[in-house]
C-alpha cells in the first residue's frame, strides 16, 4: 500500500513541476541538458515569453546537442541560492535583475539609480552603448557571462495608501531587492527598505509585513500585488531589467560551432523580446485597472519632487559605480 502510493505521489510531483514550466522539453538520450532557472511566473511577463522562446530555439537548431528545460517561478532555485548554484553548475542559464551583483561587482548599480533613464528607449540606448556592452563582461573574473540585457520597464510605486508626494512614503516599510542604491532610494523618502524575495512578496503586502513595494506593470500583474495595495504611482522612477547570463565554465566547455550558434540565438532572442516590452507593458497596465486596480497619475511638477527627492542617490554612489559610468548612462 505504502509503495502505491509513494508511487502516485511520485507521479503527481513530475506532474506538477512539469506544468510549471511552458517550455519543460523531453531531452532525448545524448542531448546535454541545459537548465534555464528564473523566479517569474504567469505566461504574459517578458521574462517568460522570452525564457521559453530561448529554449523553443535551442531545442530546435541544436536538436541532438543541447536541451533547454526552463523552470520558472523559483521552482528550481529562488533569488538566494541561484547565483551561487550557477557556479557550482547546478543550473547553465539564469536571469536575475540587474539588482542581485552588489557583492559581485558595483557597477550594475547605475542601473538601479532613480531616474537616470527618463524611459525604456533610453535605457536600451544605453545597452547598446560601448560602456553597456563592456557591463556584459564585468563578473568574468567571478565565473558569470552576460548574454544580454533582458528589459522588463519602467518601476512604479504602490502601497497601501496613494503615494502622490514622496512625503507620502514617510515612515513607511518598502519591499527591495538587495540593492544598497534601492535600499537607499527608498530611505530618501523618509521610508524603511526591506530586503525580501519575489516570492514572498504578494504574502509580506498581503499580511502588512510591508506596506508597499515598487515594479513594473507586468510584476504588478501577473503576481496580483495590485489586489493587497491601495494604488500604484506612475513614477517611472527606476528600470527593471535582467541580465540573461551563463557560466564561464559551461560556455567553455561548448565546442565552437554550438557555442556560437548558443550566442547568436541568445541574440536574436533578445532583440525580439525587447521589441515587444512595451506593448506587453501597456498591456498589463491595462489589465490592472480593468481587474479593479488604482493607478495614479503625476502631473509633471509632482514628478518632479519624486525625482528632486532621489537625485541625491547618485552622488551617495558615484565612487562605488563609477563618474563616467554614471555619465555615459544619463547621455542616452
Known sequence: ?????????????????????SSFAECESGERVVKLSHVTGGTTHPKVVAANNFA???????NGKLCVEVYPNSTLFGDSKELEALLLDDVQMLAPSLSKFGSYTKKY??????????????????????????LLNAMEDVGFVGLGYWMSGMKYFSANKAL?????????????????VAKAMIAAMGASPQPMAFAEVYGALQTGVVDGQENTWSNIYTKKFFEVQDSTTQTSHQLLAYLFMTSKQFLDSLDANTRSTLIKIADEVTVAANKSVKDKEEANRQNILKAGGKINELTASQRKQWVDAMKPVWKQFENEIGADLIAAAASH
Open 1 to 21: 500500500m505504502f509503495k502505491k502510493i509513494n508511487s502516485i505521489f511520485i507521479a503527481l510531483t513530475f506532474v506538477i513541476v512539469a506544468s510549471t514550466s
Open 56 to 62: 523553443e530555439r535551442v531545442n530546435k537548431e541544436l
Open 109 to 134: 548599480g547605475v542601473f538601479d539609480l532613480p531616474f537616470i533613464f527618463k524611459d525604456m528607449d533610453s535605457a536600451m540606448s544605453f545597452t547598446a552603448s560601448k560602456e553597456g556592452k563592456d
Open 164 to 180: 502622490i508626494s514622496p512625503k507620502d512614503a514617510a515612515g513607511l516599510k518598502f519591499r527591495v531587492q538587495t540593492s544598497d
